[in-house]
Every structure is written in C-alpha cells, then in structure tokens.
C-alpha cells in the first residue's frame, strides 16, 4: 500500500473546519488512525478543535425562550453584558418574532419549575430567595419565621454535645446521614469538650449512623473541608456549630451559625424555624493597592460597620473589587462578617463561582441572584484604590488602625491561619515575603495550614520547608489553636498578631494578654522584624 500523502497546514485547518475532531478526520481521510491526525497537527502549530462553552442551539433556544439579555444570563450563569456578546456572536440581532410564555412573566399558580436557577422575581435579596425555596413557599418577607429544611449540617468537635442532646429524643437514627458533614477540627473561641472519651464517642456515632462525611483531625479545618470538598453548593442552605459558618457564602450558599442544642433538633426533627434577615449591600470598588488584600478590606469594613453594625443581618457582597476576587479572598471576606454581626454574608454566583465548581462535584446545583430591584436594608458602597494595610488592635474587631500608626509594636507571637487566612495562597504569600530571611529570635512564628489537600500542595511547592527553614512551627492542619495547643497560648502582657477573626481579651490564654488582628502579609512581614511592620515595601 502506498504511503497516505500528508496533509498540507491549509488542507488540515480546511478538514478540521468541516469535520472538527481528530476521528472524524481520520475517517474523511481513510486509512488514518487519530493519533496520526493529532501527531500531524502538533507537527504544523495546529491547536485541537475545541468547543465554544455555549453552543449556538442553546444560546438560540435560551434567546427566543426569554429574549432578554440579563434572563438568558441568569440561566447560563453569566453577566447581561457576556450573554450579549455571545448572542452577537451568533448573528442574534432582532427580538424573538413570536412571543413565549417566559417572557411574560405570568404566575399561572402551577407547579415550579426546578431546573435551572431559581426564578423568584419580586424585589427580593438572595437571603430571601434561598429561605423561600428551602422552606417550599412563594415568597418570604423579612422579620418572617419559617421552618426550613437545610441541605446540609456541619458540626466539629462539639459534635459530642450535639450528640448528647440528641440522644434525649429517644430516636436511633439521624433523619438523614448524607446531609451531616463532622470534621474533628478544633475551633478557636468554641467552648469544646476535648475529653479523650468525647471522641470515641463520636467516631462510634458516626458508624452506628452510618454519617459517610466524617473527617478526623488529620484533614483539617471544619470549613474549609467543606467548601474544599464541594459539601455546599450555591444556592443551598448550610448551617453549622461555629459563628465562622457565614464563610460558605462565598460560593453564593446561605449559611450561618446555630447552638448545639438547635443542631440536635436537625439531626432529630430534619428542620429548624429561622428569622429571615434583612439584607446590607456592601459595594466594593476599585482595585487592590500593593500590600492589601482582603483580609484588610474585611477590618476595613469592620470599622465603618462597627461590631453590631449588621446585628442578624445578611451582607451581600458586590462591586468590582469583589467580582476580581479568588473563592480563598471571598472566604475572608464572609468569614470575617460574622465579627460585625452578621447572620448571613454571601457573595453572589458569578463565572469565577462556575470555575471552582468544574470537577469539584457532578451534583447539580440553582445559584440564586438578586433581584434587580431587590429592596436593601442599608446600601454601603466602598473604594478601596487608596486603601492601606489595616490592622484591628485589642481588643475589638473594630478597634481599626493604619498597620503604619502602630508600626513598631513589639511582638511575642504571631499565629498565621484559621479560615480566613489558611488556604494555600496566603502560604505561598507569607513564603514569597519571608524568601531568605530568618523569623526573628524574640518571636515565635506558628502556621495552621487549612486543609490537608493544603499541607500537601505546600509540600509539593517546597513552602513547608521554607518555613522550618526559617525558624517557623507548622502545626497539623485545623482551622486555629484549641485549647490543647499550649504552645499558642499567651501568658500576661504578652502581645500576638494573630489572622483570625477574634481578637478579645483571654481568647488565646491570659485576659491581660493583646491580640492584634492582620493580614498573612502583616504577619510574615512581622516575623522577620519582631515587631508589627508595614508588608507594603515586602509585596511586589
């Protein structure tokens, strides 16, 4: 048999027009495996065909069934503006010739329909959409009780004490394992039992319920594992035994904080009566200057709103300087709301939310947005483009300052983590500020990675060694010190610089002891001069 002539460049992009993958090309030609076809194309610089994300059908069928730009994103996921361009990019100019019953916006008192997003429309926040939907009705009001049915529980150490009560129902079983995610991680702030006999007896619970969630101290941090694990989705109702709950809104979930006793009547009863929030719209614009980040703009925030400012409130966080931000930044940003108040903080879904999810979990899932017109309860509106390091001295949150007015402060710990500040990004920076440098004598510097996932990519990227390097402790991966971890406590008059999100008086041992609250980048900067330092000339 001859040898099969090989393709020109032009005749292999004019094939791979007409018949898109290496396959069907092979069959066109004959003769030809695949594999060849690929080989000649890396050969001449000619990229694999590859699908637009959209098709053309769907984006035809989602414009003729709406034919309005913001609903037909609403679906996809995408802003008005990206729904437009591609719907320019297919030649969709005109408005549907015929009407549909979508775009009359008719409630015809039928069944609703649930794939999709959720389609509430009415002046209504997201705390209010996602409440209405979870407790099978129409339309919520705020101030209004309703029992709702969470898509998922969480609860850590303090699972024994949720056990104990539960207990007194007299019931064998949970009313449903797979909604109930238990990772052994110890808190900070959290009045936990740690008897040795408390944790046989949740491993023992665990199997007799047959909770397959279940995460031992090895993993690491409660919220962080479930968030990192796609446990909580976007649009779902999460709710957990730690005031840090608020954080799994930056995937666009509602949660919050509840007591144990409340998690007991979960496990037991498979619902909860809650209030539903007003809602606070925090804008945030503009770009983040050199050395800050969002931790900064989170103290930021705390100092405008106060401590109390957003007291069993929801905070929906929008604006430009929101969109830029990672999943990580986000999660700063709503683990910290809970330290003004809030019951709720949320993020809304957007492209960088659909990313984090891609070959996360293959559960479907209903984002839920905003109404255009949805009523707020306040609107606060922030640039951040002239911000500067922040940093939140004893012993309130809100006790706010320039990092440059207390510069100089002369530090004996710095504690870095917590699920504001242990993911891998604030590793790598703390590692890129102190490359080559020592931790100074008079300090001790103690890192909390995240998550387990977290400690191994740490190691897999040398920051690990880094640290030991330079005279720092890696502790195993939880969320912060508990009360086990003696070598965090602080003794009287001491003075820390933590990057949790609590800094009161005898949270970290010794009532007379301060706690300053910062970023990752304060901190590294911190522990290589022994006393609170700017990071802004250490960032570049």
């Known amino acids: 048999m001859p ?37 000649w194309r890396r050969k001449k610089n000619i990229p694999k065909h590859s699908y637009p994300k959209f098709s053309e059908i769907e984006i035809r069928e989602l414009w003729e069934r709406f034919g309005d730009d913001y609903r037909c994103g609403l679906e996809l996921g995408i802003s008005k503006a990206a729904f437009y361009n591609w719907r320019r990019r297919y030649g969709l100019k005109d408005k549907p010739a015929f009407l549909k019953l979508e775009q009359l916006e008719l409630d ?45 529980v969480m609860s850590h ?43 046989k007896a949740i491993r023992e619970f ?27 989705l976007p649009g779902q109702l999460a709710l957990g035994t730690n005031a840090e709950t608020t954080a799994y809104g930056a995937i666009g979930a509602l949660s919050t904080g509840i007591d144990t006793t409340e998690m007991a009547s979960i496990w037991a009863l498979g619902k909860i009566w809650m209030k539903v929030p007003s809602t606070v719209k925090i804008m945030i614009n503009g770009k983040l200057p050199r050395g800050v980040f969002a931790m900064d703009v989170s103290l930021f925030i705390a100092k405008k709103l106060t401590t109390g400012g957003a007291a069993y409130r929801s905070i929906e966080f929008n604006g430009t300087a929101m969109t830029q931000m990672s999943i990580s930044e986000r999660m700063t940003l709503t683990g910290m709301a809970r330290s003004m108040g809030a019951k709720v903080a949320i993020c809304p879904f957007d492209t960088t939310t659909r990313r984090f999810f891609m070959g996360r979990t293959k559960m479907p899932f209903r984002p839920a947005l905003a109404d255009k017109d949805a009523v707020y309860d306040d609107t606060y509106e922030f640039n951040i483009d002239s911000l500067v390091p922040k940093i939140a001295c004893p012993s309130n949150v809100d006790n706010v300052r320039p990092v ?17 500040s242990g993911r891998f990004d604030d590793l790598r920076l703390v590692a890129d500020i102190m490359k080559g440098n020592q931790v100074h004598p008079d300090v001790q510097l103690i890192i909390f990675p995240g998550s387990r996932s977290i400690y191994l990519e740490a190691l897999k990227k040398g920051l690990i060694r880094a640290f030991v390097e330079a005279g720092a402790v890696v502790m ?38 301060e706690i300053y609250l910062a970023s990752p980048a304060t901190a590294a900067a911190s522990a290589m001069s022994g006393v609170i330092t700017d990071p802004t000339r250490f960032v570049g």
């Open 108 to 152: 015809l008192g039928g069944p609703k329909k649930l794939i999709g997003k959720i389609y509430h429309y009415g002046r209504r926040t997201i705390a209010q959409k996602i409440f209405a939907e979870r407790a099978g009705m129409e339309k919520v009001e705020e101030g209004e009780f309703v029992e709702v049915e969470p898509d998922l």
């Open 476 to 513: 195993n991966p939880q969320s912060g010190p508990g009360p086990n971890d003696q070598q965090c406590l602080l003794g009287d008059g001491e003075h820390c610089l933590t990057t949790f999100g609590d800094n009161r008086s005898g949270v970290l041992g010794a009532a007379s002891a």
């Open 3 to 39: 040898r099969k002539k090989i393709p020109t460049k032009a005749e292999l992009i004019q094939l791979q027009k007409l018949y898109k993958t290496d396959e069907k090309i092979a069959e066109r030609l004959g003769n030809v495996t695949p594999q060849l076809v690929a080989y």
């Open 157 to 199: 150490l303090n699972a024994a004490d949720v056990i104990e009560r539960f207990q007194e129902f007299g019931l064998n079983y949970v009313w449903n394992p797979n909604r109930i995610v238990i990772p052994l991680d110890s808190c900070p702030g959290d009045n936990t039992n740690h008897d040795i006999g408390m944790q």
């Open 206 to 232: 665990v199997k007799r319920q047959n909770i397959k969630h279940f995460y031992d101290f090895r993993e690491g941090g409660c919220h962080q594992i479930v968030v990192e694990r796609g446990h909580v």
């Open 404 to 420: 440059v007015e207390v510069e100089g402060t002369p530090l004996d710990k710095i504690i870095i983590g917590s699920t504001n």
